[in-house]
């Protein structure tokens, strides 16, 4: 039995061409939209592909590119088609099309559906990605002369005063290493080499942290070094009062930004797997329905059209019989009694020795 199977005159299936030849090219549209939406995620990604491990993070951003462009060539394709079906003449051109047309849509908007869910799902990842890229440029912060690493500083700097953040997980993370160049450092002041000896690795440091922290907003002049020193600040208690630097890390602060983004990206794919989704109900209630018309042979008559032809189940027992017949092409078939004419044949007994001769007269 078929499943939902609807019932068509020529007046609907007209129609029903004319508006899915209409919504093929809005699904354009919509593939134009995913192929920019993948666009400005990996431009995005790439802005601040200095503070970023090297990853899948691509991953999202290419796929959505990649479905966007194979949207717009299977719907501009399906809008021909849809055009065509309205004239039953025209659709014998694409009979043997619609059905391969059909299946390859299918594995397409489910393409569409993973891109949707790749955007929830690659918050991991970023997030690992920017722990250990924030980790390596707050690092190589000091290194201003050293190719390659120059610019990291301003990288950073940049980061932080335009996120509003500061350090990897926070401030201290600052504490932790030498941001300060040592071609800063005078050598001969005592406090600088007590410094460079209180750690095992003889590195330079403070409990301080870079101008980018301060908060611009705070009431007070920002206090940048000693952070936990309260004698070094008139007025000031590490402990109680609220600091004038941005308290967040760089790493929770891109991770939200770049989570509202994707999520916003993953919202939209989703409405457009399920816009795709009706389109190709459509094509396949088209299809049906011309292909009935054909084998009634009344192009004016009505027609059935369905999902399936018959129900999920028997669907499913028949794919699963053709996989198991797939191993089975090169053998004889044997249906409808159609036997192997070799077989049961009588072959000659050539290697018998005991055949009966005639016996030759003797000579008299």
Same mark, same amino acid.
């Given at each position: 039995?078929?499943?939902?199977?609807?019932?068509?005159?020529?007046?609907?299936?007209?129609?029903?061409?004319?508006?899915?030849?209409?919504?093929?090219?809005?699904?354009?549209?919509?593939?134009?939209?995913?192929? $920019? @939406?993948? /666009?400005? !995620?990996?431009?995005? =990604? %790439?802005?601040?592909?200095?503070?970023?491990?090297? +990853?899948?993070?691509?991953?999202?951003?290419?796929?959505?590119?990649?479905?966007?462009?194979?949207?717009?060539?299977?719907?501009?394709?399906?809008?021909?088609?849809?055009?065509?079906?309205?004239?039953?003449?025209?659709?014998?051109?694409?009979?043997?099309?619609?059905?391969?047309?059909?299946?390859?849509?299918?594995?397409?908007?489910?393409?569409?559906?993973?891109?949707?869910?790749?955007?929830?799902?690659?918050?991991?990842?970023?997030?690992? $990605? @920017?722990? /250990?890229? !924030?980790?390596?440029? =707050? %690092?190589?912060?000091?290194?201003?002369?050293?190719? +390659?690493?120059?610019?990291?500083?301003?990288?950073?700097?940049?980061?932080?005063?335009?996120?509003?953040?500061?350090?990897?997980?926070?401030?201290?993370?600052?504490?932790?290493?030498?941001?300060?160049?040592?071609?800063?450092?005078?050598?001969?002041?005592?406090?600088?080499?007590?410094?460079?000896?209180?750690?095992?690795?003889?590195?330079?440091?403070?409990?301080?942290?870079?101008?980018?922290?301060?908060?611009?907003?705070?009431?007070?002049?920002?206090?940048?070094?000693? !952070?936990?020193?309260?004698?070094?600040?008139?007025?000031?208690?590490?402990?109680?009062?609220?600091?004038?630097?941005?308290?967040?890390?760089?790493?929770?602060?891109?991770?939200?930004?770049?989570?509202?983004?994707?999520?916003?990206?993953?919202?939209?794919?989703?409405?457009?797997?399920?816009?795709?989704?009706?389109?190709?109900?459509?094509?396949?209630?088209?299809?049906?329905?011309?292909?009935?018309?054909?084998?009634?042979?009344?192009?004016?008559?009505?027609?059935?059209?369905?999902?399936?032809?018959?129900?999920?189940?028997?669907?499913?027992?028949?794919?699963?019989?053709?996989?198991?017949?797939?191993?089975?092409?090169?053998?004889?078939?044997?249906?409808?009694?159609?036997?192997?004419?070799?077989?049961?044949?009588?072959?000659?007994?050539?290697?018998?020795?005991?055949?009966?001769?005639?016996?030759?007269?003797?000579?008299?």
């Amino acid at each position: 039995m078929a499943v939902l199977k609807v019932k068509f005159t020529k007046t609907k299936r007209d129609k029903l061409a004319q508006i899915l030849w209409i919504l093929n090219w809005v699904s354009v549209v919509s593939g134009i939209i995913l192929f $920019s @939406l993948g /666009l400005f !995620l990996k431009i995005e =990604i %790439k802005k601040r592909n200095e503070v970023m491990a090297k +990853g899948d993070i691509n991953s999202v951003p290419n796929m959505l590119i990649s479905v966007g462009v194979i949207a717009c060539i299977i719907n501009f394709l399906g809008g021909k088609i849809c055009y065509d079906c309205s004239d039953a003449n025209k659709f014998s051109r694409w009979k043997l099309v619609m059905l391969p047309y059909i299946v390859c849509t299918f594995c397409f908007t489910f393409c569409i559906l993973v891109g949707a869910v790749m955007c929830y799902t690659m918050r991991n990842e970023l997030e690992e $990605s @920017l722990y /250990l890229g !924030l980790r390596d440029a =707050i %690092k190589f912060y000091k290194d201003t002369d050293i190719p +390659g690493r120059c610019f990291l500083k301003k990288t950073v700097d940049m980061l932080q005063i335009g996120f509003q953040c500061c350090g990897n997980n926070g401030f201290r993370d600052w504490f932790a290493i030498q941001w300060v160049s040592a071609r800063y450092l005078n050598m001969a002041s005592k406090e600088v080499l007590d410094r460079l000896k209180s750690n095992v690795d003889g590195k330079f440091l403070v409990d301080g942290v870079p101008f980018s922290c301060c908060n611009p907003s705070s009431p007070r002049p920002c206090i940048q070094y000693q !952070l936990t020193n309260n004698s070094a600040h008139y007025n000031y208690d590490f402990l109680t009062e609220e600091l004038n630097i941005w308290v967040k890390g760089c790493r929770e602060a891109l991770l939200d930004y770049y989570t509202a983004i994707m999520r916003s990206i993953g919202i939209t794919a989703l409405f457009i797997w399920l816009f795709e989704l009706s389109v190709l109900i459509g094509v396949r209630y088209l299809q049906t329905a011309m292909k009935n018309v054909l084998l009634l042979g009344d192009l004016e008559g009505e027609s059935d059209g369905w999902l399936l032809e018959n129900s999920f189940v028997e669907a499913a027992k028949y794919n699963i019989s053709i996989i198991k017949n797939l191993g089975k092409a090169n053998q004889i078939s044997t249906v409808s009694g159609m036997n192997d004419p070799n077989i049961d044949v009588q072959n000659t007994n050539c290697g018998k020795t005991n055949v009966t001769t005639k016996s030759i007269p003797a000579a008299s």
